[in-house]
């Protein structure tokens, strides 16, 4: 199998949550991405605290807070963030909603959204319920200059292993996300299968796409089928690259497997390193 070398992680400064004149957004690596919209700062399913450090003597890799061992430096500094900030979280899974960078992010100060199970699995872990807001699955929530819908999604891996997952999630348990910015609209689907919902959703100019393997997310031929819809938005993948866990499919699969299946994928597929900023341009 051909080794894929990936680009460094670029640190994100805090002067990218300055006020500006456009809309950026950064894969933050694994899942989780920052949108930065004029005056407007979202960071979705963020997870950005390690449990142990790279010891390069050693030749140990970095621990993710989820227990994972990293292959990529994550780019975004707790200390960087301001208290603007506002939190969406497609779901309560460990790998979207960091239960290390939750506390973080409370403490200061921050607002976090998403439905009824996170609002649930926050409140379990101590956040403040005063900091929490549901958005259910169709609803609306605007955030300074963005407006964001909620989107269905279907994501019950636990079917998987009812032992160690317990209560399969339902519909409603987890969602996706558009963002209305006034440079365009960007699509984050979170975890998912396919749902005809999906192909009813009109037109986006970005599409964060999952290029992970498993079958309880896209998989690669709802991927390409998806990424064929939205033939106009540019894309960005996610679940891809970030953590050495082979064993996981949810974090297997690479871009460029999928991009080659897409129509125009080698053209409007772009694979960013963690933390690079991506300028939106609206296509429709």
């Not at 996300?177 to 699509?187: K, V």
């Not at 939205?230 to 974090?251: E, N, S, V």
Request: net charge negative; charged share 25%.
């Amino acid at each position: 199998m051909q080794v894929i070398k990936r680009k460094a992680a670029v640190p994100i400064p805090a002067s990218a949550f300055e006020e500006s004149r456009d809309t950026v957004v950064y894969w933050l690596s694994g899942a989780g991405f920052l949108v930065h919209s004029r005056s407007t700062n979202i960071l979705i399913d963020p997870v950005l605290m390690k449990k142990e450090e790279k010891n390069p003597e050693e030749g140990t890799p970095a621990i993710s807070e989820i227990g994972l061992p990293l292959k990529t430096e994550i780019p975004l500094d707790m200390s960087e963030i301001p208290n603007n900030c506002q939190v969406l979280y497609t779901h309560a899974d460990g790998d979207h909603m960091g239960p290390m960078t939750a506390k973080a992010l409370a403490a200061k100060k921050i607002t976090m959204t998403g439905t009824l199970a996170v609002f649930e699995r926050l409140v379990r872990q101590g956040i403040p319920q005063e900091q929490m807001e549901v958005l259910r699955v169709w609803e609306t929530k605007q955030i300074g200059d963005v407006l964001v819908e909620s989107m269905p999604a279907d994501h019950p891996w636990q079917l998987k292993d009812l032992a160690r997952g317990g209560r399969p999630y339902r519909m409603g348990d987890c969602c996706g996300f558009i963002l209305n910015t006034p440079d365009g609209r960007i699509y984050f689907l979170g975890d998912t299968r396919l749902m005809e919902e999906h192909l009813r959703i009109p037109p986006v100019d970005l599409l964060a796409l999952d290029v992970s393997t498993c079958e309880y997310h896209l998989n690669h031929t709802s991927a390409v089928v998806l990424a064929n819809h939205f033939l106009q938005a540019d894309l960005i993948p996610f679940h891809y690259g970030t953590y050495d866990a082979p064993q996981i499919a949810a974090h297997c699969g690479e871009p460029e497997e999928v991009y080659d299946k897409i129509i125009g994928g080698n053209e409007r597929g772009f694979i960013p390193a963690p933390g690079e900023a991506f300028l939106l341009r609206r296509k429709i």
